[in-house]
Antibody, heavy 115, light 107 residues
Framework: QVQLQESGPGLVKPSETLSLTCTVS????????WSWIRQSPEKGLEWIGY???????NYNPSLMGRVTMSLDTSKNQFSLNLASVTTADTAVYYC?????????WGQGTLVTVSS | DVHMTQSPSSLSASVGDRITITCQAS??????LNWFQQKPGKAPKLLIY???NLETGVPSRFSGRFSGTDFTFTISGLQPEDFATYYC?????????FGGGTKVEIK
C-alpha cells in the first residue's frame, strides 16, 4: 500500500518561497501522477496541481504562476514550491497520489505564513 | 472553474439514522465525482468515486447516486465512527474543485 509523507518548514515569512517535499513509499513515482492539495478554514480544500511521471505538470490558475513542482526519481520524492507567499497561503498542505482524483493522501503538514 | 454547491453545511443525527448529503455542480461533470470523509486532524479518505462506486474496503452503508448535475451521498444506518465531515469533489474539469463540506454531528 502506498504511503506519502510531507516534510518541510512549518513557518514561512511573507514574500518568501514555501518549499515542501513528499516522500513516497510502497510505489514508484515513476508510475503515476502526483498532486498537492491544501486546506484552510477560509478557502476549504483547494487543488494546487499535479506532476506526472513524465514530468507533465498542470497548476491551478488561481495561484497565478507562483507554483512549480518537480520529481526526484532517485529519492522517490516529489516537491512543491510556492513563491511570494502571503498569509492567505497559510494552510495544511497534503501530497496525494492521483491526477485530478486523489486516491491516497499524506497526513498533511501545517504551513503558517507569518513574520 | 466548476462550482460545487454542497448542502447542508452541517447536520445532527443519531446512531442508526439514514442521512443524505447533496452536491450540485455548476455544469455537467458526467459522473466524475468523489465523496470523501474527513475526521479531525486527519487527511480526507476516499469513500466513493465515479459518483456511485464504493472504494475497496468501504462499508456498504455508504452509497452515492446522481442525476444530471445533482449528486447525493447517503449513509444508511449511521455508526459512531461515521461522525465526521464529508466533502464532494469533481474531477471532470481542471482545476478539480471541492464542495464546502458537511459536518455530521451526534444529536
Amino acid at each position: 500500500q502506498v504511503q506519502l509523507q510531507e516534510s518541510g518548514p512549518g513557518l514561512v515569512k511573507p514574500s518568501e518561497t514555501l518549499s515542501l517535499t513528499c516522500t513516497v513509499s510502497g510505489d514508484s513515482i515513476s508510475s503515476f501522477y502526483w498532486s498537492w492539495i491544501r486546506q484552510s478554514p477560509e478557502k476549504g480544500l483547494e487543488w494546487i496541481g499535479y506532476i506526472s511521471y513524465t514530468g507533465t505538470m498542470n497548476y491551478n490558475p488561481s495561484l497565478m504562476g507562483r507554483v512549480t513542482m518537480s520529481l526526484d526519481t532517485s529519492k522517490n520524492q516529489f516537491s512543491l514550491n510556492l513563491a511570494s507567499v502571503t498569509t492567505a497561503d497559510t494552510a495544511v498542505y497534503y501530497c496525494t497520489r492521483g491526477k485530478a482524483s486523489p486516491y491516497d493522501w499524506g497526513q498533511g503538514t501545517l504551513v503558517t505564513v507569518s513574520s | 472553474d466548476v462550482h460545487m454547491t454542497q448542502s447542508p453545511s452541517s447536520l445532527s443525527a443519531s446512531v442508526g439514522d439514514r442521512i443524505t448529503i447533496t452536491c450540485q455542480a455548476s455544469q455537467d461533470i458526467r459522473s466524475s465525482l468523489n465523496w470523501f470523509q474527513q475526521k479531525p486532524g486527519k487527511a480526507p479518505k476516499l469513500l466513493i468515486y465515479g459518483a456511485s462506486n464504493l472504494e475497496t474496503g468501504v462499508p456498504s452503508r455508504f452509497s452515492g447516486r446522481f442525476s444530471g448535475t445533482d449528486f447525493t451521498f447517503t449513509i444508511s444506518g449511521l455508526q459512531p465512527e461515521d461522525f465526521a465531515t464529508y466533502y464532494c469533489q469533481q474531477y471532470d474539469n481542471l482545476p478539480p474543485t471541492f464542495g464546502g463540506g458537511t459536518k455530521v454531528e451526534i444529536k
